[in-house]
């Protein structure tokens, strides 16, 4: 099992990857088209740009990722999809802000876009990504996908207040939970989806 910390936080595990790799395929399967090109909000250990990469209507994945030392690892194969991220052609990855990519004047469109940065809408590891969870940051996002894209966000919690500002944004959202039984602390963990386009 690999686990990443900062500063003595919990970032990431390979523990239960389910609703990472959720966050793909559900987005997959809401939008019917070919050819996908997709934006993914965060490397982490790779598991949510591999299941992407699992289905042959995808195109392109671009993976922005915030920390350079996690680009690092995925050169080093020191993240365990290292190997099968880095093989496939279709698959791309730099160090930036996504937060601050779709904050700006869109350079492409994408047909997905995926995140999974943050802890949860309510629950941020800084305040570069604040924009984004407003109703403004929002419609600026939207931006950045082409004619019927899906807009997708990881969270270890639910959000209220982020699903309002989904739905004055969007015209079609959808929660999803993913639960799973954690066998190291002995309990249920529901991590939630949020989709919209």
Known sequence: MTEVTLNHAFLMSSYNTASERALAHIALDMHTGTELRVLVGGLGLGYTAHAV?????????????????????????????????????????????????????????????????????DDRLSRTSDFFYTREGLRQARLHLARGGILGVWSYAESSPFAQA??????????EPVTFFNDLIEEETVDWLFFAR
């Not at 350079?68 to 791309?92: G, I, T, Y």
């Not at 047909?111 to 809408?121: K, N």
């Not at 989904?166 to 929660?175: C, K, P």
Request: charged share 25%; proline share 6%.
């Open 53 to 121: 990469l699992a289905s042959s209507r995808v195109a392109a994945v671009e993976v922005v990722e915030f920390l350079p030392q996690v680009v690092d690892w995925l050169e080093r194969d020191l993240v365990p999809l290292s190997p099968m991220l880095k093989a496939d052609e279709r698959f791309s990855t730099v160090a930036g802000d996504i937060y601050s990519i779709l904050a700006a004047q869109p350079r492409e469109k994408f047909d997905l876009i995926l995140i999974d940065v943050d802890h949860a809408p």
């Open 166 to 175: 989904l739905q004055d944004v969007f015209q079609d959202v959808r929660i």
